[in-house]
């Protein structure tokens, strides 16, 4: 799995079609499966994503897509971790 982090490079307002664009983007990737979990961060600076693969190839896939990222209004961290325990099991790298 990855953890995202992202950085807004710009103001956003809720009201731009980007936010909408984005928005309809997470859930294209939370019905394939691709995200556990998503959101901003406290601090207002950017947003965290779960990206739900093992693979860096398609976890930077995910994000160069997000029109948050295409448009320029966000840079993006990825970080490469193993879930060896969760709440849901199947998110679990049996691997380990």
């Known amino acids: ?4 982090l992202t950085t807004y490079l710009q103001p956003l307002d809720r009201s731009d079609p980007v936010v909408a664009r984005h928005g309809a983007y997470l859930d294209e990737c939370y019905n394939s499966g691709q995200l556990v979990c998503s959101g901003p961060q406290n601090s207002g ?3 965290a994503l779960v990206i739900r693969t093992s693979d860096a190839d398609e976890a930077d896939t995910v994000m160069r897509n997000d029109p948050l990222v295409v448009e320029g209004c966000v840079s993006y961290q ?3 971790f ?3 325990r969760a709440a849901f099991p199947t998110l679990v790298d049996e691997r380990r």
């Open 82 to 84: 193993t879930a060896t």
């Open 1 to 4: 799995m990855f953890i995202c």
């Open 78 to 80: 990825l970080i490469p």
């Open 45 to 47: 600076t950017g947003g």
